[in-house]
């Protein structure tokens, strides 16, 4: 389902119109509209621009950070990654404008958990993209994905996991797990109780929007950027 996110608690921490974000521009208004935000608005960076960071994608001195919130379970998560990510990556990424930063956000039981311990897994041997490419790729629409340990196994073994043992081994790792529960709480400290959830710098996205809604809050910030 759609992220389910506290208007009043995104608008305190991030200091940006979510409603504004998530509906006036569907509504023909753009991102870039100077009475959306005014100077003195406080901001919050969510970027961690660790460089060699698995999880990311990117040039480390973007002017815009895009950090996803999201779970390996959730449908709309697979959608954004099978459908926009990659037009994300083309237009923006490539060029050394734009930044992709993983978050997880368990909220669909310990299958979550542990499919986000085996993307770790897998980035420790430099895979960690390619295992979300493969674990979103059949995902049902409208259902969560199954993700047993033996399913993950599979991914690691289809996506080419040179060091199939230290994968295993891995899926137990509790620093892995550290991890992905840091991620977890991090969401959950400014009200996050469900995915996907995107952040454009500052600017919140929630759910799979259609690409120009992306495109849009890219555009304004890359803008601001300039400046």
């Known amino acids: 389902m759609y992220f389910i996110l506290s208007a009043v608690a995104i608008v305190a921490v991030l200091g940006v119109g979510f409603a504004a974000q998530t509906g006036t521009a569907k509504q023909g208004s753009?991102?870039?509209?100077?009475?959306?935000?005014?100077?003195?608005?406080?901001?919050?960076?969510?970027?961690r621009r660790i460089d060699g960071d698995p999880?990311?994608?990117?040039?480390?001195a973007a002017p815009v950070v895009l950090v996803e919130y999201s779970d390996y379970r959730c449908p709309f998560c697979a959608v954004f990654a099978r459908d926009t990510l990659p037009v994300l990556i083309d237009e923006y990424v490539e060029s050394g404008q734009v930044r992709i930063e993983w978050r997880d956000l368990?909220?669909?039981?310990?299958?979550s958990i542990d499919a986000a311990v085996a993307g770790r897994a897998a980035g420790a041997q430099g895979l960690f993209w390619?295992?979300?490419?493969?674990?979103?790729?059949?995902?049902?629409?409208?259902?969560?994905?199954?993700?047993?340990?033996?399913?993950?196994?599979?991914?690691?073994?289809?996506?080419?996991?040179?060091?199939?043992a230290r994968y295993e081994s891995?899926?137990?790792?509790?620093?892995?797990?550290?991890?992905v529960t840091g991620d977890t709480d991090e969401a959950q400290s400014f009200g996050a109780t469900g995915t996907p959830l995107f952040l454009v710098n500052d600017t919140p996205i929630s759910g799979a929007q259609p690409v120009e809604v992306f495109r849009q809050a890219i555009d304004r910030e890359l803008a601001e950027a300039a400046e």
């Open 30 to 47: 753009t991102p870039g509209d100077a009475s959306e935000q005014s100077s003195d608005e406080p901001t919050i960076d969510m970027s």
């Open 130 to 164: 390619e295992f979300n490419e493969a674990t979103f790729r059949d995902a049902p629409e409208r259902a969560h994905l199954e993700l047993p340990r033996e399913r993950l196994l599979q991914i690691g073994r289809d996506i080419g996991v040179p060091d199939m």
């Open 55 to 60: 999880t990311a994608l990117g040039d480390i």
């Open 106 to 111: 368990t909220v669909f039981g310990q299958e």
């Open 170 to 179: 891995d899926l137990d790792n509790p620093a892995l797990l550290a991890s």
